[in-house]
């Protein structure tokens, strides 16, 4: 499956952008989801994950209540609200792929397919 990530941005600190992660060569919907973001100069840190259904979710702490992940597997979609920005958001957010695994993982090294990342900026 490929990956294709878009919606990032330049933002002021408070603002919102919408994450969208476009799958296609087959259906989704058997996979868990994440996205990972890594900001500059520091290690790929996990957001946010999804089951297959979408009926469990998962935030790191930080992101809880700002963040919002959902998919819609009918159209192959996987996105990411993000609300009340801050400056420390800023970084290269990627969405990445379970292979025939139904929950999400917080560890990287546990998906096997990624999309090329987009820039999220958020401004003081």
């Known amino acids: 499956v490929q990956l294709q990530a878009s919606g990032g941005g330049l933002v002021q600190a408070g603002g919102s952008l919408r994450l969208s992660c476009a799958a296609s060569?087959?259906?989704?919907?058997?996979?868990?989801m994440g996205w990972f973001r890594q900001p500059p100069g520091k290690e790929r840190e996990f957001v946010a994950g999804?089951?297959?259904?979408?009926?469990?979710?998962d935030y790191t702490a930080s992101m809880k209540g700002r963040f919002t992940i959902s998919r819609d597997n009918a159209k192959n979609m996987l996105y990411l609200q993000m609300d009340s920005l801050k400056p420390e958001d800023t970084a290269v957010y990627s969405c990445?792929?379970?292979?025939?695994?139904?929950?999400?993982?917080?560890?990287?090294?546990?998906?096997?397919?990624w999309g090329q990342g987009t820039q999220v900026t958020v401004s003081s």
């Open positions: 990445a792929a379970r292979y025939r695994k139904i929950l999400y993982n917080r560890n990287s090294r546990e998906y096997d397919y």
């Open positions: 060569g087959r259906s989704f919907s058997g996979y868990g």
């Open positions: 999804i089951s297959w259904s979408g009926r469990i979710t």
